[in-house]
């Protein structure tokens, strides 16, 4: 069926996610391992070292440590380092094994992380032209990437700054609603990005978003925090789809994209282009632009964002003719 893009808005969404399983409060260290005994390296998955015990030939039942990791719920222990495939506790254990902790997202956990210190880097941007007779406004969402003493700097597209003949007047508004008076220092319709700059007032302290420099995959959890429509601070979860996503824009005057882009789930709609792409982590992957609905059905079917590290080289852009910013 056909699709068509549009500049993106979004709508919350909350998924918490529990699964009871039984936790033997109990660590085990490394020892010998006689012949007539195998050995079960768990690997916790959590930034502790592994650990280990000693069983006889045979055995189908065993403590297991307890795995514990932060912002994350234990789901289960599986056979592979891919976590695909849940192990069979009711199997004899001839041989020496080694399972593996997965988890999954503790999204009550995250929520609150990001709306008491993540939320500080979300700012809407808002653009409005005056004329003789009329006056027109705009609005996009973007992220405080950088500060100095005196300035923050966020991140927005191109799009959303972006104007015909007359020059509009730029606003930020943070995530409480106070109101800045704003700049556009830098632009670029290749890339679809622009950098704000807005003062900072002495009442307000907000939060610089920090950009991730882990790889990222397929099916990683995600999370969107942009400013749609009429409203602030949304969040809504997804998983991402494909990393070598292409799509093409219409006004290709103002977003002229032409490299693979993040395709993702979390839900998109008007006024959230410009908007953090971040993951479990609540670090920086990318800037979103764009959403693909179902032309005939109007169903939302995916996000689109630029990845952090073509942002990171727009960045550079800006910085090998200008002030330097540190991010």
């Not at 936790?23 to 195998?38: G, L, R, Y």
């Amino acid at each position: 069926m056909k699709k068509k893009l549009f500049a993106l808005l979004l709508l919350p969404c909350l998924f918490l996610t529990s699964c009871d399983i039984p936790f033997v409060d109990k660590i085990f260290n490394n020892s010998e391992v006689s012949n007539d005994n195998v050995k079960i390296t768990f690997v916790l998955n959590n930034g502790t070292d592994n650990q280990m015990i000693e069983i006889p030939k045979g055995t189908d039942s065993f403590d297991k440590p307890l795995a514990l990791k932060e912002g994350y719920i234990f789901s289960c222990w599986c056979i592979d380092e891919k976590l695909t495939t849940e192990y069979d506790f009711s199997t004899d254990v001839n041989k020496d094994i080694t399972l593996y902790a997965k988890y999954i997202v503790d999204y009550k956990y995250l929520t609150n992380i990001i709306t008491t210190d993540t939320i500080k880097a979300n700012v809407k941007i808002v653009s409005t032209t005056k004329t003789l007779t009329t006056t027109s406004s705009s609005s996009g969402s973007g992220v405080i990437f950088c500060e100095d003493n005196d300035y923050y700097y966020a991140l927005t597209n191109n799009h959303v700054i972006n104007y015909n003949i007359i020059r509009p007047v730029y606003t930020v508004f943070d995530y409480l609603g106070n109101e800045y008076d704003a700049e556009v220092l830098f632009s670029k319709a290749e890339y679809d990005l622009a950098i704000v700059k807005f003062k900072k007032k002495n009442s307000t302290t907000l939060k610089v978003i920090t950009c991730s420099s882990n790889n990222i995959s397929v099916d990683d959890e995600i999370v969107c925090l942009t400013d749609p429509l009429g409203q602030f601070n949304a969040i809504t979860y997804g998983t991402i789809k494909s990393l070598n996503a292409k799509v093409e824009i219409t006004d290709s005057a103002s977003s002229n994209i032409n490299f693979e882009v993040i395709a993702h789930s979390a839900y998109l709609n008007n006024g959230s282009s410009g908007g953090a792409l971040l993951d479990t982590n609540l670090k920086l992957i990318g800037i979103n632009f764009a959403g693909g609905i179902n032309k005939d059905t109007n169903e939302f079917k995916s996000g689109y964002a630029i990845p952090i590290n073509k942002v990171s080289e727009f960045i550079s852009l800006y910085n090998a003719k200008n002030l330097k910013l540190n991010y």
